[in-house]
């Protein structure tokens, strides 16, 4: 039987996503043979996540000011909104270089706290007089994320401010070849089609 700290650690590490019992106990294992003063520096790092905000318009994370960067760029285009589960999308649609608009973080805590951000979003730009003249949902193509897909678009589907609605694509990758691919990727491949 481990020393309750110890236990205690692990059980914390194993909540993180993706991080089962034996990964979270090699985690505090591996901190545990670690200098005193790594495990000091590693705290106060952790410790500083109680500091990071949200931007007021996209629920971005961010250290001190209201708005994230892109928000506050001037030369993004305003009038394109890209609905995302979370702050690591924004990063992989950034690395393309092909969109330049203004993003809306809805987490992937739980469906309600997405259903609340998508209904804050949908009252900004009811009360905002400019138009969105395009809104892409980019949600993971997952069960959680089609359906919470499918839910923003019915509801900004009957918003005037919203004129049009679109989806990323789904579908092959380059390269890849036909045989080897899921049921759900060829079907959505094929419905995708140009």
Known sequence: MLPRP?????????????????????FVFHLLSQPKEEIEK???KLFILKKIKYCHFCNRTIETEILCPICKDKNRDRSTICIVEKDTDIESLEKTKRYNGLYYV???????????????????IKKSSKQVEEMIIATDATTEGETMALYAAKMFKNLPAVKKITRLGRGLSTGSELEYMDEDTLANALLGRK
Request: hydrophobic share 35%; proline share 5%; aromatic share 6%.
């Open 42 to 44: 590693f705290a106060k």
């Open 106 to 124: 809805i987490g992937t805590e739980d469906e309600k706290k997405q259903l609340e951000r998508l209904k804050t979003l949908f009252e900004k």
């Open 6 to 26: 110890i236990q205690q650690l692990i059980d914390e590490f194993a909540k993180l996503p993706s991080v089962g019992p034996r990964q979270a106990a090699r």
